[in-house]
Protein backbone atom coordinates (compact mmCIF):
# COMPACT_ATOMS: atom_id res chain seq x y z
CA UNK A 1 0.00 0.00 0.00
CA UNK A 2 1.75 3.38 -1.01
CA UNK A 3 2.23 5.94 1.69
CA UNK A 4 0.28 8.78 1.77
CA UNK A 5 3.20 11.52 2.51
CA UNK A 6 6.32 10.57 1.30
CA UNK A 7 9.18 12.99 3.52
CA UNK A 8 11.28 14.61 0.92
CA UNK A 9 14.86 16.30 2.01
CA UNK A 10 16.26 19.22 -0.02
CA UNK A 11 19.93 20.13 1.22
CA UNK A 12 20.55 22.91 -1.40
CA UNK A 13 22.87 25.98 0.22
CA UNK A 14 20.99 29.03 -2.35
CA UNK A 15 18.35 30.34 -1.07
CA UNK A 16 16.81 30.88 -4.57
CA UNK A 17 16.83 27.74 -5.75
CA UNK A 18 15.59 26.25 -2.41
CA UNK A 19 12.35 28.75 -3.01
CA UNK A 20 12.23 27.57 -6.15
CA UNK A 21 12.41 23.68 -5.54
CA UNK A 22 9.88 24.08 -2.64
CA UNK A 23 7.90 26.62 -4.91
CA UNK A 24 7.52 23.86 -7.52
CA UNK A 25 7.53 20.35 -5.09
CA UNK A 26 4.79 21.86 -2.78
CA UNK A 27 2.53 21.73 -5.73
CA UNK A 28 2.04 17.86 -4.88
CA UNK A 29 -0.44 17.01 -2.54
CA UNK A 30 1.84 14.06 -0.79
CA UNK A 31 5.47 15.46 -0.29
CA UNK A 32 6.64 16.97 2.97
CA UNK A 33 9.45 19.08 2.51
CA UNK A 34 12.03 19.90 4.52
CA UNK A 35 15.22 22.05 3.82
CA UNK A 36 18.68 21.99 4.83
CA UNK A 37 21.10 24.59 3.75
CA UNK A 38 24.64 22.43 3.96
CA UNK A 39 25.55 18.65 4.24
CA UNK A 40 25.73 19.11 7.85
CA UNK A 41 22.28 20.04 8.37
CA UNK A 42 21.58 18.01 5.99
CA UNK A 43 22.79 14.99 7.79
CA UNK A 44 21.33 16.52 11.28
CA UNK A 45 18.07 16.58 8.90
CA UNK A 46 18.31 12.97 7.52
CA UNK A 47 18.71 11.34 11.08
CA UNK A 48 15.84 13.10 13.04
CA UNK A 49 13.38 12.85 10.20
CA UNK A 50 14.38 9.50 8.05
CA UNK A 51 13.25 11.10 4.85
CA UNK A 52 11.85 8.84 1.87
CA UNK A 53 14.47 10.85 -0.68
CA UNK A 54 17.09 13.68 -0.44
CA UNK A 55 18.04 16.19 -3.08
CA UNK A 56 21.49 16.69 -2.63
CA UNK A 57 23.35 19.22 -3.81
CA UNK A 58 26.95 18.78 -4.40
CA UNK A 59 28.92 21.99 -4.13
CA UNK A 60 27.73 23.33 -0.25
CA UNK A 61 29.75 25.08 2.76
CA UNK A 62 30.87 23.03 5.71
CA UNK A 63 29.87 19.73 4.02
CA UNK A 64 29.83 18.76 0.73
CA UNK A 65 26.92 16.14 -0.67
CA UNK A 66 29.51 14.29 -1.72
CA UNK A 67 30.43 14.19 1.91
CA UNK A 68 27.32 14.06 3.44
CA UNK A 69 26.08 10.89 0.95
CA UNK A 70 29.25 9.00 2.29
CA UNK A 71 27.94 9.78 5.91
CA UNK A 72 24.28 8.25 5.26
CA UNK A 73 26.02 5.42 3.35
CA UNK A 74 27.75 4.61 6.73
CA UNK A 75 24.38 4.29 9.03
CA UNK A 76 22.13 1.49 8.59
CA UNK A 77 18.51 3.06 9.03
CA UNK A 78 19.99 6.11 6.34
CA UNK A 79 21.79 4.17 3.92
CA UNK A 80 18.82 2.90 1.79
CA UNK A 81 17.20 6.58 1.44
CA UNK A 82 17.58 7.39 -2.50
CA UNK A 83 19.34 10.38 -3.30
CA UNK A 84 19.01 12.57 -6.02
CA UNK A 85 21.91 14.80 -6.89
CA UNK A 86 20.58 18.26 -8.15
CA UNK A 87 24.53 20.47 -9.17
CA UNK A 88 25.93 22.75 -11.61
CA UNK A 89 28.80 21.05 -11.69
CA UNK A 90 28.82 18.66 -14.64
CA UNK A 91 29.85 14.91 -14.08
CA UNK A 92 33.99 14.73 -14.39
CA UNK A 93 36.11 11.88 -13.17
CA UNK A 94 36.54 13.01 -9.36
CA UNK A 95 32.60 13.73 -9.22
CA UNK A 96 32.22 9.89 -11.18
CA UNK A 97 34.27 7.81 -8.90
CA UNK A 98 32.86 9.71 -5.68
CA UNK A 99 29.40 8.64 -6.39
CA UNK A 100 30.08 5.49 -8.76
CA UNK A 101 30.49 3.45 -5.50
CA UNK A 102 27.12 4.74 -3.72
CA UNK A 103 25.33 4.64 -6.77
CA UNK A 104 22.62 7.67 -6.37
CA UNK A 105 19.16 7.55 -7.76
CA UNK A 106 19.94 10.28 -10.70
CA UNK A 107 22.49 12.88 -10.66
CA UNK A 108 20.61 16.36 -12.99
CA UNK A 109 22.35 19.14 -13.87
CA UNK A 110 20.35 22.05 -12.64
CA UNK A 111 20.81 23.96 -15.76
CA UNK A 112 19.47 21.23 -18.08
CA UNK A 113 16.50 20.13 -16.32
CA UNK A 114 13.22 21.20 -15.44
CA UNK A 115 11.45 21.50 -12.53
CA UNK A 116 8.52 18.52 -13.80
CA UNK A 117 11.66 16.69 -14.36
CA UNK A 118 12.64 17.05 -11.15
CA UNK A 119 9.16 15.91 -9.96
CA UNK A 120 8.91 13.09 -12.15
CA UNK A 121 12.36 11.85 -11.24
CA UNK A 122 10.91 12.03 -7.38
CA UNK A 123 7.89 10.14 -8.17
CA UNK A 124 9.76 7.26 -10.53
CA UNK A 125 12.40 7.01 -7.33
CA UNK A 126 9.84 6.51 -5.20
CA UNK A 127 7.55 4.41 -7.32
CA UNK A 128 4.57 7.39 -6.69
CA UNK A 129 1.68 7.34 -9.58
CA UNK A 130 0.75 10.77 -10.55
Known amino acids: MPKS ?37 GLEAAVKNAPDIILLDIKMPVMDGITMMKALKKQDQLKTIPIIFLTNLDVDED ?20 LEDIAQKIRETLSISK
Open 5 to 41: IYKILIVEDEKIMQDILLDRLSAEKNFQLLIANNGQE
Open 95 to 114: ILKAISDEKPAYYLIKAKTN
